[in-house]
């Protein structure tokens, strides 16, 4: 069975000291909780306060993003040789990366293949606009992104992807289960083309998008949904600590 994660993208929220509050909250309420991981994802001037508080604990810590090269001239970059051994896990290709930052399947591609070499655990994201979908391009993004952005790559097992339809970010409007189920599991067809069914199979593939207490064990109980990738809700320590809990039981339910 694959063991699901649940991961707070903070984006660019919270201060050192409402970082470390967070921290402290989710620590409290989610330690004990296990069949799920944890993760957070604080900005990266929060990272090292973060893992301070989480050391020792079974929460891991999680850089937004990565840089290719080990270094060199990159003004405002951080490698992944600099994040080895800070934190555990790197979200990787977040849509709002490609769409604000100019990342490419090709560039995403370097950051997952460097960030793999460095020891690092992706999160690698992937996922349709809404014009994409209206025009019923859905299946051809995503296949689209998950050929180029893992091309040349061995995926190990457990690996980790998260599908984030761009329209449901922020907006309130999350994918409905079964949606999110069916393009997963386009998703996880694709990743079996690539690397195999076993790996497919082991590959944990989590929805982000709007993600709440309020969808989460609905979106958890679906088959192919192994967790979330979550913005705004995982800014509250309850609320977290919810979506964790509600997870670990859906999990649980699972055949
Ligand atoms: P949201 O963000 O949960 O606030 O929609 C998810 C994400 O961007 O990862």
Known sequence: MRVPIIAGNWKMNTTAASCADLCRGILQGTDGVSGVEKVVCPPFPFLSIARDCLKGSSIRVGAQNVHWAEKGAYTGEVSHSM???????????????????????????KKVAAALAAGLKPI?????????????????????????????????????????PVWAIGTGKAATAPMANEAIGLIRAEV????????????????????????????????????????????????????????????????
Not at 86 to 100: D, F, K
Not at 141 to 151: I, P, Y
Not at 217 to 235: H, K, N, T, W, Y
């Open 124 to 164: 690698f994201c992937v996922g349709e606009t809404e014009a994409e979908r209206e025009a019923g391009r859905t299946e051809e993004v995503l296949l689209r992104q998950v050929r180029l952005g893992l091309g040349g790559i061995q995926v190990p097992e457990g690996f980790a992807i998260a599908y984030e």
């Open 83 to 109: 994040l080895a051994g800070l934190v555990e896990y790197v979200i990787i290709g977040h849509s709002e990366r490609r769409a604000y930052f100019c990342e490419t399947d090709e560039t995403v591609n």
């Open 192 to 255: 079996a083309r690539l690397a195999g069914a076993a790996v497919a199979q082991s590959v944990r593939i989590l929805y982000g998008g709007s993600v709440t207490p309020d969808n989460v064990a609905e979106l958890g109980s679906q088959p192919e949904i192994d967790g979330g990738l979550v913005g705004g809700a995982s800014l509250d320590a309850d609320s977290f600590i919810s979506l964790v809990r509600q997870t670990a039981e859906a999990a649980a339910a699972k055949p």
